[in-house]
């Protein structure tokens, strides 16, 4: 299955809802794409929510890594919502965890932006 993504705004908050699998190929060029859309257009933002996100591989983690790099040095922030759990336990074992500011819940995540 491949990956989708619907952009939304939630209170000056571009949240990306993703869906399928993140992989190498199409799904991280996608939300590379995605993501640097964004950002070329001044959004400073940006919201992933994983929650429907089944697979992640090394190639998918690479992306969140680079789109997070991006992302900041353009000055922009990017926070992750709703870990399925195979892609919590994949950011742990690879202690990306840390990296990432993650969020259970949109209304905090979109709050943390303020």
Do not use: P
Not at 5 to 25: N, Q
Not at 51 to 80: H, M, P, W
């Amino acid at each position: 299955m491949a990956l989708s993504i619907a952009s939304r705004a939630v209170d000056g908050v571009t949240v990306l809802d993703l869906s399928g699998r993140i992989t190498l190929g199409e799904g991280s060029v996608q939300l590379r794409d995605a993501i640097r859309d964004l950002i070329s257009k001044g959004q400073k933002n940006i919201l992933l929510n994983l929650g429907e996100v089944n697979y992640i591989d090394s190639s998918g983690l690479g992306e969140l890594v680079s789109a997070y790099t991006t992302a900041k040095n353009q000055g922009a922030g990017l926070k992750l919502l709703n870990l399925t759990k195979k892609v919590k336990d994949v950011l742990q074992l690879t202690k990306l965890y840390t990296v990432f500011d993650i969020y259970d819940d949109e209304a905090s995540a979109v709050g943390s932006y303020k």
